[in-house]
């Protein structure tokens, strides 16, 4: 409606409306390495290709005069109500691609009143974030520190519940960045670059600059070059926690968890065993193990099994309302968006992040409202839907 009324384009510069030129787009304004570092996947892209192939498998069957209004897209989570049924995936590092980098993109989300999840390899701090994003729902994703450095995943934690991050993801794929070569080939790690600027988020931990002037007999800023590789050490260890381990955070976080880069029954059948409150189905968009299966082929088993004990989230290739809508309909509650979004800031600061996320959730409401599918829930959006194309 807001389209036909205010007229097609009001950012400067204009974007796209189409989804797949945003990355041709912010290819162009991004040096060679940052948009390396967005668009990489791991090996030869196969988990990442399977990603997009897996929702080519699945076609909507609209319904005809069903007499319904434009549909209802709101979803509940963990007790909340939240007004659309994606939120913004965390990614880190966000000052590689715009000058504003985390504040401008938990802006648009503020504003656009999707929830923002902010990662543990940010570039700006979880206070500054908090503040940006005011009144928001903000999310928490921490890349987990080994058990040695509990002491920092403590801080974080405490950070995180006394600025107001309600629930708290952990993501279980990335204790070490996968084999990108992307990346290889421009000799590019984000978090080891002469100016530091990814880092953030570590060198204003109070616990992890005490540690570092009692190692060192110094300040972080007195010697950034090490205070960032020893940061970059701690969020990606190396080596995996266990199971057990999680009953650590359980202790820490009193609020919902939810563990991210689920790929099997299996897994999630242990994340029920565990007791956390939700899991995104996820493969980190591809980025950290080639050969994998595509995300969504993946998520109505692991619906099946599980989607009655926990919340079940998903991402990994979402580009498009009819994507989130096949998604919802394969009974995730909730969608994330990862590449698309970064490229909207690349492009255009907050403005791009808004028009990205806005453009999803136009595309979806229109999609299922053309569908005469009258809400997004699973009551409406649902397996009777989709046909599966052979
Ligand atoms: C990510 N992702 C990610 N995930 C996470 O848990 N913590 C993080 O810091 C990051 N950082 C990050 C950086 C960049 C540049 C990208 C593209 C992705 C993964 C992200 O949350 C999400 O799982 C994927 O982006 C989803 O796949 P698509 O939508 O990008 O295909």
């Given at each position: 409606n807001e389209v036909y009324a205010n007229g097609l384009q009001n950012i400067k510069p204009p974007i796209s409306f189409y989804p797949l030129d945003w990355e041709a787009a912010a290819k162009e304004v991004l040096p060679a390495e940052?948009?390396?570092?967005?668009?990489?996947?791991?090996?030869i892209r196969e988990t990442d290709d399977n990603n997009r192939a897996a929702f080519r498998k699945w076609s909507i069957v609209p319904s005809r005069l069903v007499k319904a209004d434009f549909p209802n897209l709101k979803t509940s989570l963990f007790g909340q109500e939240y007004e659309y049924p994606i939120a913004v995936a965390p990614v880190g590092v966000q000052h590689i691609f715009h000058r504003d980098a985390e504040?401008?993109?938990?802006?648009?989300?503020?504003?656009?009143?999707?929830?923002y999840i902010l990662s543990s390899a940010s570039?700006?701090?979880?206070?500054?974030?908090?503040?940006?994003n005011s009144t928001g729902a903000r999310w928490f994703q921490l890349y987990w520190p080994s058990n040695e450095n509990n002491d920092i995943t403590i801080s974080l934690l405490k950070r995180a519940k006394e600025t107001g991050y309600s629930v708290l993801v952990v993501t279980l794929d990335t204790y070490i960045l996968g084999w990108r070569p992307s990346d290889l080939t421009n000799a590019f790690n984000p978090f080891l670059r002469p100016d530091n600027i990814g880092v953030e988020l570590g060198f204003s931990d109070p616990v992890f600059r005490r540690q570092f002037r009692e190692r060192h007999g110094k300040d972080v800023e007195d010697d950034r070059g090490t205070a960032a590789a020893e940061w970059a050490h701690i969020i990606f260890p190396g080596t995996s926690h266990s199971w057990e381990d999680l009953k650590f955070l359980q202790d820490h976080w009193d609020g919902p968890i939810v563990l991210k880069g689920i790929q099997s029954v299996r897994d999630a059948e242990q994340a029920v065993e565990a007791g956390v409150q939700g899991i995104v189905v996820s493969?980190?968009?591809?980025?950290?193990?080639?050969?994998?299966?595509?995300?969504?082929?993946?998520l109505p088993e692991i619906v099946d099994a599980v989607g009655d004990r926990l919340e079940v989230?998903?991402?990994?290739?979402?580009?498009?309302?009819?994507d989130i809508a096949r998604a919802l309909a394969l009974g995730a509650k909730m969608v994330l968006i990862g590449r698309p979004y970064v490229y909207g800031l690349a492009i255009a600061g907050e403005a791009g992040v808004s028009h990205v996320l806005r453009s999803l959730c136009g595309d979806l409401e229109l999609t299922l409202h053309l569908s005469g599918i009258p809400s997004s829930s699973s009551k409406h959006l649902n397996r009777s839907v989709l046909r599966r194309n052979v």
């Open positions: 940052s948009f390396g570092y967005v668009w990489g996947s791991a090996g504040i401008a993109a938990a802006t648009a989300a503020f504003k656009e009143k999707i929830p570039s700006t701090s979880i206070e500054d974030v908090a503040t940006a493969n980190h968009g591809g980025r950290q193990q080639d050969g994998g299966v595509g995300s969504l082929d993946v989230i998903f991402d990994s290739g979402v580009r498009t309302g009819a």
